[in-house]
């Protein structure tokens, strides 16, 4: 196939000169307006780009559907993954077809104005299975979708003012006709692109290199630094190990630059979207390995996507890509020859050695070695300041129960304890506290618990991303918004659940507030275990019951508990 500079076709960028960008923002004054979320406004800034050519907007109803069900937009062109805007009901309801609304920056900037084609409600069940082949929650996109979106899609038109500003590593973000500029100056004829969101390690340079080779092409390493699995290890870092390896490429064939796309993290659909991404920002061939954009194993322990399957969609879909795709084996090192390999091309009877991500992290928390077969020193040594030993991490402990089941008291227990031990500071997110502060206007509607959970959410993430303690006693009684706040925290450190078991029975007879009382007699609506519902954990770190032991018992459980996981020294 004959490739050319630049690739990918027309670009669709649909931000508007300075004049009419000023004239918009006038405009927008007067219009209804969307605060975005992140992951909205990381599809705005692809959209404003280009990035997503052809797509113009946010997908109106026919696109959707098209695109659910057969991967293509509703006229033919091959389109993997729905590119939508989900909005609250009330926010809907005050629209119409043809209205106009301005989107914005999380930090309040108008970005774009949305010209409102289509509104529906999506079957999101349905969109999970289409889309992600699954409607297992245990899948961190479909998670996302069935919990996080709000009911009720808006399509149509985008005129964008400006693109989201960027403040962290600007030098290395590129528009894709930027990057194509950037190809075409240093007369890059053919471009390789790689698509990562975790650190780069040899096995990577050596996949790399080869794919360069093979295709004999320049390398674009173009990681993703939006939103990526839930866990990853954050995109300062990354970029940091990108640098560093970046020193073992050669320079004139070499281009670092950072792709703030939302991942959904749909296996061989993603993979293939991936791929047009690529193409728009101008690069010829597309690496696709074993297990690309993939979310690991489901609840039962067996993989979402099966090995490869990336790769043969789309090798399917070659001839109508103008990007190549190069497929890659999994690499693995042979000890005699001193060498990477791809797996099927290893010696028969070789020694072959590799090291999952598992195993790296468990080495890196625990302080151990890790061979110089694997990695660089100074990706080592920055996953070392990232991953440091879990004496010295942050972490959260989050008990739930009912009202009167003791999470306050055994809460203070541990947090006296862990005072004694000192090392790390400690804050206490009492239920009863936090409602006086944080949530003093939130009442026991599900909206109003669910917000008031992640209000204690973001503040312990804040504190264990610091590195400190945060023990929350809520009664958070939703599985689904203990499981989000879960997720929020785990980026930064250990999230422990503690469920604090004590019966009904036993909490309404203490009725230490008098409130079971008052719930019995309909004095006061919505009282979780009388007439608001509590999901049980199901697979809390540790179980306490007060009606079974003291606070005292409760506490030192808890503390043999991050003793054994390493997470104090001494109990
Ligand atoms: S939630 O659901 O997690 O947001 O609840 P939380 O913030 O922990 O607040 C629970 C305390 O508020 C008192 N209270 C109620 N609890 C449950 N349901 C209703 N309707 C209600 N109204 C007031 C109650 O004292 C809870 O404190 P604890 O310490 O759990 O007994």
């Known amino acids: 196939m004959k490739l050319t500079p630049p690739h990918g076709g027309l670009l669709q960028e ?25 992951r909205q406004l990381w599809d705005l800034e ?6 997503f050519s052809p797509l113009a907007g946010f997908m109106g109803q026919a696109d959707y559907d098209s695109v659910c069900q057969g991967m293509r937009l509703s006229d033919g062109t091959l389109w993997p993954i729905p590119i939508t805007l989900d909005v609250g009901e009330e926010f809907a309801s005050s629209l119409s077809q043809g209205d106009r609304v301005a989107l914005r920056h999380p930090e309040g900037m108008v970005l774009a104005i949305l010209t409102v084609s289509d509104i529906w409600r999506p079957e999101l069940a349905q969109e999970a299975e289409q889309v992600y ?7 961190p996109g479909v998670f996302g979708l069935l919990q996080q979106s709000r009911p009720v899609y808006l399509g149509g038109r985008l005129e964008g003012i400006e693109l989201p500003p960027h403040h962290t590593y600007p030098q290395l973000r590129h528009t894709p006709a930027e990057l194509r500029r950037l190809f075409s100056k240093r007369g890059w004829g053919r471009v390789v692109a790689f698509q990562t969101r975790n650190p780069m390690h040899r096995a990577h340079l050596e996949l790399t290199r080869r794919a360069a080779a093979q295709a004999e092409a320049n390398l674009l390493l ?6 990526t699995k839930p866990g990853d290890v954050d995109y300062f870092a990354r970029v940091r190990c990108y640098q560093a390896v970046l020193q073992h490429y050669p320079q004139q064939t070499t281009l670092l630059s950072l792709l703030p796309l939302a991942m959904r993290l749909a296996g061989p659909r993603e993979a293939l979207w991936h791929a047009i991404i690529r193409q728009n920002y101008g690069c010829s061939h597309f690496i696709v390995g074993r297990d690309h954009a993939s979310p690991g194993k489901d609840g039962n322990g067996q993989p979402f996507y ?8 789309l090798q399917a879909h070659q001839s109508e890509l103008a990007i190549v795709l190069v497929a890659f084996e999994e690499m693995v090192y042979a000890e005699e020859r001193g060498q990477y390999l791809p797996r099927s091309q290893a010696p028969a009877g070789a020694r072959l050695l590799s090291l999952s991500g598992t195993e790296l992290r468990r080495r890196l928390r625990a302080g151990l070695d890790v061979p110089a077969w694997f990695s660089y020193p100074e990706v080592i040594a920055e996953l070392r300041r990232s991953y440091p030993p879990r ?13 009167g089941a003791g999470k306050s008291t055994v809460a203070q227990v541990l947090m006296a304890k862990l005072m004694e031990l000192g090392g790390r500071p400690v804050t206490l997110l009492d239920g009863d506290i936090v409602r006086k502060h944080l949530s003093s206007e939130l009442g026991f509607s599900k909206h109003d618990r669910d917000l008031n959970i992640r209000r204690i959410g973001f503040v312990a993430s804040e504190i264990t991303k610091n590195r400190g303690v945060a023990i929350c006693a809520p009664i958070a009684p939703y599985r689904a918004t203990r499981r989000e706040v879960r997720q929020m925290i785990a980026q930064y450190g250990p999230f ?4 604090v078991a004590t019966p009904l029975e036993v909490c309404e007879a203490r009725d230490r507030k008098g409130l079971y009382a008052k719930a019995r007699a309909g ?15 199901e697979k809390p770190e540790v179980t306490v019951d007060s009606s079974q032991m003291s606070s005292e018992e409760a506490a030192h459980r808890i503390l043999l508990y991050l003793e054994r996981e390493g997470l104090i020294n001494s109990a």
């Open 14 to 38: 649909l931000v508007r000169d300075a004049a009419q960008g000023e004239q918009l923002k006038q405009e927008a004054i007067y219009l209804p307006s969307w605060d975005l979320s992140w």
């Open 46 to 51: 692809l959209l404003l780009n280009g990035a």
């Open 133 to 139: 082949g699954t409607s297992d929650q245990s899948h």
């Open 222 to 227: 173009h990681p993703v630094v939006g939103r």
């Open 306 to 313: 099966p090995p490869y399957v990336a790769q043969e969609l």
């Open 391 to 403: 004496a010295r991490q942050g972490f959260t402990v989050f008990f739930t129960g009912l009202s």
């Open 496 to 499: 422990i659940e503690v469920y």
């Open 523 to 537: 004095l006061i609506k919505e009282f979780t275990g009388i007439d608001d519902p509590y999901q049980v954990p």
